[in-house]
Structures are given as structure tokens and as C-alpha cells.
């Protein structure tokens, strides 16, 4: 028998009643070092004051207007946005998809407004995530998750992760513009060289094409910059955001430059929910934690004592972890045993980490964990890796 929740997920037996900074309190009493973070959602950790104080307070005035009027909070998230990046326009959905499809949608309009609407084809990468919607699931061409759901949106040609040749042989009179992580998150924090974004940014702009950034789960801070890709030194000319954006409330936005941007004009988008006040009361609450001037020297001196220490844990339980990959507090563990074996083991120990792709488990804290945090959780990791080390050799993934 079905039960009454869709069962699309194979959710840990596990629920939670608070949460406070990088801890989450279970139903049941239990503490867990939360190093998940709802999936690089919770930036701020939980229950951030600041945070708490901006929705509380927005809520007590306004919930919801619709975009039929002006919508204060946007406006001023739009420009802080703008100011901090290489933007000059900002729309705002509710989830990461949604930011991707308007991202897939600005790059098309830009040539259809140029006279050239045929040109609607966007290269992607092996391994990408950009979400499950229909267009999005078409452009991440994982074949697990497009199965059974019909034909696939045309219109997306994947190329081998990182394949500079294969995208130029992608590259034909129908292209609209190349889509990148410039760190595949869900594919197994996969790092993009700095130099393949900006023979990418090149090859664009040889072909007169649209580079589109996703973001949606290393941006915000997560790597040590704002924006990964600022430590490429290249920008892209659409980027889509969301996750930490919210810090646990959903949001989602899609950056553009004004020469991206130029077909977007009254009616070509919409969203109902879209920056609604309560969701823009975070945003820019965000914002300014993340702005302030030492937050991301913070997330640089904490993530490199992180990722030593992982270092450390991989070189003494080599049949467990085979490397430590990622940048910033975008961290991987690339596992031997299957890695589901390794995030069991934590979870039982009191810690949350997150799977991924490639055999991975990624280590996603919020930004705001001290070192005191990084070596409790070290702690953890080394008890759960010297008892996967003892584990009988059968259950050892090849
Ligand atoms: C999570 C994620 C998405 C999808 O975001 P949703 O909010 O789940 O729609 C897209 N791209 C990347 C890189 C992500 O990590």
C-alpha cells in the first residue's frame, strides 16, 4: 500500500525537533554535529538569531503580495546582489530548478531577440545536477533520474566532464550557451579547473554564446569567495543560486548581465511565489552575514584546518577513504567501502554528512563552525573509519 507521503525518497529513520548553530536535536533526544546542512542549505546553521529576527519580523507585517505590485525586499536584495557580482539583473524563484529554467530561458531569449531563435541548444557536463524538473533533468542527463518520464526536453548535449575538445565539437550553428557547476556538488565534488572556466568563458565569447553558472550549492560563501568561480577570475553571463541564499527558507534567483538579459521583457517570466516578502526578509538577512567583511576569511581558515585534518584521516585509514577533494567547505571524501557505509556509520556516531555521486560523502557544514566543531567531528570520523577498517573484506566496495 502507498503511503499517504509519495515514497520518492529513502529517508534515514530520523526526525528532527530543533535545531541550534551546527547541531540538530532529534525527536528522540540525540545530538548530531550537522555536517549536511539540509545539502549546503543552512549556512548560517540553525536557528541563526539573525536570521530568526528578520523572518519574525517580516511576518509579523507581511507575508505575500504577489509580484502584481512592488515587492520592497527584492528590490533591495536585487541591488546588493547586483553590487556584490557580476550582475546587473536579478529575478527570483523559490528553488534551484526554478532558477536553472530561467537561466535556460534568458540564454535562448538572447539569441531569439537577436533574430537568431533557432540557436536554443545547451551544452552540459557528464555527472551534472541542475535539478528535477523537466528541462532541468534534461540538462543534468543523469539516465537514472530521466527514466520513464517521457521524452527527454530536447535541446541539451552533454560532453565528458571537463572535455574542453568535446564542447567545441558540440558547438554547432543551434547553440545557445554552455551550463557548469564550477563544482559539480551531486556528481561527487568534482572541482572544475580554473583554467577549463576560462577556456569555456573564451569559447563563448569566440561563438557568441551564453555562459551559465550553476551555483545553487557552491555559491554563497561556501567555497571561501561568494561565488566559486571568482577564484577562476572569469564570469559567467547568466549564474542561477539558491540553497544558502535562504539559509533554510526557499529561495532561488537567477543573476543575469544586462547584454543576457536584453529579451526579458514584460511577461517573458513569472512566479507567484517568487521573492515574496518573507523569503526576500532572509535573503538580505543572509546577505548581510555573509558580506560582512571577515565571514569569508572565516570560511577560509576554518575549511583549510577541515581539510587538513581530513587529509590526516584519509592517510591513516587508506582501505576507507581513497582521497579528500573540494574547495572551501565544499568537501568530499572519496570513499573504497561503499560510501553509504560511511555516512551509516557517522549518523550512528552523532554526525550528518551527505552522499554523492562517484562513491563520495560530502562534508557540507554550515559556514559559521569553529575548529572546536571540526575536531569533534574529526573525532567522529576517525571512530567511524577505524571501524569501517575492520569491516570483513566482502563488504568492501571494489
Ligand atoms: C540542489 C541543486 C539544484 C536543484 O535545486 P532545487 O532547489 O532542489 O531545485 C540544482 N543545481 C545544483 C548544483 C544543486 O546543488
Same mark, same amino acid.
Given at each position: 500500500?502507498?503511503?499517504?507521503?509519495?515514497?520518492?525518497?529513502?529517508?534515514?529513520?530520523?526526525?528532527?525537533?530543533?535545531?541550534?548553530?551546527?547541531?540538530?536535536?532529534?525527536?528522540?533526544?540525540?545530538?548530531?554535529?550537522?555536517?549536511?546542512?539540509?545539502?549546503?542549505?543552512?549556512?548560517?546553521?540553525?536557528?541563526?538569531?539573525?536570521?530568526?529576527?528578520?523572518?519574525?519580523?517580516?511576518?509579523?507585517?507581511? %507575508?505575500?503580495?504577489?509580484?502584481?505590485?512592488?515587492?520592497?525586499?527584492?528590490?533591495?536584495?536585487?541591488?546588493?546582489?547586483?553590487?556584490?557580482? /557580476?550582475?546587473?539583473?536579478?529575478?527570483?524563484?523559490?528553488?534551484?530548478?526554478?532558477?536553472?529554467?530561467?537561466?535556460?530561458?534568458?540564454?535562448?531569449?538572447?539569441?531569439?531577440?537577436?533574430?537568431?531563435?533557432?540557436?536554443?541548444?545547451?551544452?552540459?557536463?557528464?555527472?551534472?545536477?541542475?535539478?528535477?524538473?523537466?528541462?532541468?533533468?534534461?540538462?543534468?542527463?543523469?539516465?537514472?533520474?530521466?527514466?520513464?518520464?517521457?521524452?527527454?526536453?530536447?535541446?541539451?548535449?552533454?560532453?565528458? /566532464?571537463?572535455?574542453?575538445?568535446?564542447?567545441?565539437?558540440?558547438?554547432?550553428?543551434?547553440?545557445?550557451?554552455?551550463?557548469?557547476?564550477?563544482?559539480?556538488?551531486?556528481?561527487?565534488?568534482?572541482?572544475?579547473?580554473?583554467?577549463?572556466?576560462?577556456?569555456?568563458?573564451?569559447?563563448?565569447?569566440?561563438?557568441?554564446?551564453?555562459?551559465?553558472?550553476?551555483?545553487?550549492?557552491?555559491?554563497?560563501?561556501?567555497?571561501?569567495?561568494?561565488?566559486?568561480?571568482? %577564484?577562476?577570475?572569469?564570469?559567467?553571463?547568466?549564474?542561477?543560486?539558491?540553497?544558502?541564499?535562504?539559509?533554510?527558507?526557499?529561495?532561488?534567483?537567477?543573476?543575469?548581465?544586462?547584454?543576457?538579459?536584453?529579451?526579458?521583457?514584460?511577461?517573458?517570466?513569472?512566479?507567484? /511565489?517568487?521573492?515574496?516578502?518573507?523569503?526576500?526578509?532572509?535573503?538580505?538577512?543572509?546577505?548581510?552575514?555573509?558580506?560582512?567583511?571577515? /565571514?569569508?576569511?572565516?570560511?577560509?581558515?576554518?575549511?583549510?584546518?577541515?581539510?587538513?585534518?581530513?587529509?590526516?584521516?584519509?592517510?591513516?585509514?587508506?582501505?576507507?577513504?581513497?582521497?579528500?577533494?573540494?574547495?572551501?567547505?565544499?568537501?568530499?571524501?572519496?570513499?573504497?567501502?561503499?560510501?553509504?557505509?560511511?555516512?551509516?556509520?557517522?549518523?550512528?556516531?552523532?554526525?550528518?554528512?551527505?552522499?554523492?555521486?562517484?562513491?563520495?560523502?560530502?562534508?557540507?557544514?554550515?559556514?559559521?563552525?569553529?575548529?572546536?566543531?571540526?575536531?569533534?567531528?574529526?573525532?567522529?570520523?576517525?571512530?567511524?573509519?577505524?571501524?569501517?577498517?575492520?569491516?570483513?573484506?566482502?563488504?568492501?566496495?571494489?
Amino acid at each position: 500500500m502507498i503511503p499517504p507521503l509519495l515514497p520518492t525518497y529513502a529517508r534515514a529513520p530520523l526526525a528532527f525537533e530543533r535545531g541550534e548553530g551546527p547541531y540538530l536535536i532529534a525527536t528522540d533526544g540525540r545530538r548530531f554535529l550537522d555536517f549536511a546542512a539540509g545539502i549546503a542549505v543552512n549556512a548560517l546553521g540553525h536557528a541563526h538569531p539573525r536570521l530568526v529576527a528578520a523572518l519574525s519580523a517580516q511576518a509579523s507585517k507581511l %507575508w505575500h503580495t504577489s509580484n502584481l505590485y512592488q515587492v520592497p525586499g527584492q528590490q533591495l536584495l536585487a541591488e546588493r546582489l547586483v553590487a556584490a557580482t /557580476f550582475a546587473d539583473t536579478v529575478f527570483f524563484g523559490n528553488s534551484g530548478a526554478e532558477a536553472i529554467e530561467c537561466a535556460i530561458k534568458i540564454a535562448r531569449k538572447f539569441h531569439a531577440a537577436r533574430g537568431e531563435p533557432q540557436r536554443f541548444r545547451i551544452i552540459t557536463f557528464e555527472g551534472a545536477f541542475h535539478g528535477r524538473t523537466l528541462a532541468t533533468l534534461a540538462a543534468g542527463g543523469q539516465k537514472k533520474y530521466l527514466e520513464g518520464f517521457g521524452p527527454k526536453v530536447d535541446g541539451f548535449d552533454q560532453v565528458a /566532464f571537463g572535455d574542453l575538445e568535446g564542447v567545441k565539437r558540440a558547438i554547432g550553428p543551434e547553440n545557445a550557451g554552455i551550463l557548469i557547476e564550477p563544482i559539480q556538488g551531486e556528481g561527487g565534488v568534482r572541482c572544475v579547473p580554473g583554467e577549463t572556466l576560462r577556456a569555456l568563458r573564451a569559447l563563448c565569447d569566440e561563438h557568441g554564446l551564453m555562459l551559465m553558472f550553476d551555483e545553487i550549492q557552491c555559491g554563497m560563501g561556501r567555497t571561501g569567495k561568494l561565488f566559486a568561480h571568482e %577564484w577562476a577570475g572569469v564570469t559567467p553571463d547568466i549564474m542561477a543560486i539558491a540553497k544558502a541564499l535562504g539559509g533554510g527558507f526557499p529561495v532561488g534567483a537567477c543573476l543575469a548581465t544586462e547584454r543576457a538579459a536584453a529579451g526579458m521583457t514584460t511577461g517573458t517570466h513569472g512566479s507567484t /511565489f517568487g521573492g515574496n516578502p518573507l523569503a526576500m526578509s532572509i535573503g538580505n538577512a543572509v546577505l548581510d552575514v555573509v558580506l560582512e567583511p571577515a /565571514f569569508l576569511e572565516h570560511v577560509n581558515k576554518v575549511a583549510n584546518y577541515l581539510k587538513q585534518q581530513l587529509g590526516m584521516i584519509a592517510d591513516r585509514y587508506g582501505p576507507v577513504i581513497e582521497e579528500v577533494r573540494g574547495q572551501g567547505l565544499l568537501l568530499g571524501l572519496k570513499c573504497k567501502v561503499p560510501n553509504t557505509l560511511l555516512v551509516d556509520a557517522l549518523r550512528e556516531r552523532g554526525m550528518l554528512v551527505v552522499g554523492g555521486g562517484d562513491n563520495v560523502v560530502r562534508i557540507l557544514p554550515p559556514l559559521i563552525i569553529t575548529e572546536e566543531h571540526v575536531r569533534d567531528a574529526i573525532a567522529i570520523l576517525n571512530d567511524a573509519c577505524a571501524s569501517l577498517a575492520h569491516q570483513p573484506a566482502k563488504d568492501a566496495a571494489k
